[in-house]
């Protein structure tokens, strides 16, 4: 299992830019990390993902919503992911959730197909117009 932690949520301006970190801990060896989304009164949704560089090169996938406009990075010294968001919309307003796969050498399109997943507590993100 790994335990996860996000930071990096807050206000911002539409248009403007943040930067959401989620530190890993526990068993994070060839593990695809993700970010995934929940705005209020609607299901949780998938975002970004890249997989283990050990495995897949750190390979990347990202929804069409996002993609474009958000980047999602690992540093595997640091047991760490982020998710830059640039030019952030008043439809990206929601609690950002950093997710773990729980299965080793998962693939980065898997983490948003039903893929099993170690959940962080969330970061709010609010974006105003």
């Known amino acids: 299992q790994v335990q996860l932690v996000e930071s990096g949520g807050g206000l911002v301006p539409a248009g403007d830019s943040l930067r959401l970190s989620c530190a890993a801990s526990?068993?994070?060896?060839?593990?695809?990390m993700g970010w995934f989304r929940q705005a209020p009164g609607k299901e949780r949704e998938f975002v970004a993902a890249?997989?283990?560089?050990?495995?897949?090169?750190?390979?990347?996938y990202y929804a069409d919503s996002v993609k474009g406009r958000f980047t999602i990075s690992r540093d595997n010294a640091k047991n760490t992911v982020y998710l830059q968001m640039n030019s952030l919309k008043p439809e990206d307003t929601a609690v950002y959730y950093c997710?773990?796969?729980?299965?080793?050498?998962?693939?980065?399109?898997?983490?948003?197909?039903?893929?099993?997943?170690?959940w962080g507590q969330g970061t709010q993100v609010t974006v105003s117009s």
């Open positions: 526990g068993r994070t060896f060839g593990i695809a």
């Open positions: 890249i997989a283990a560089i050990s495995w897949n090169g750190g390979s990347t």
């Open positions: 997710a773990g796969g729980k299965r080793p050498f998962t693939s980065a399109q898997a983490m948003g197909a039903g893929e099993p997943l170690d």
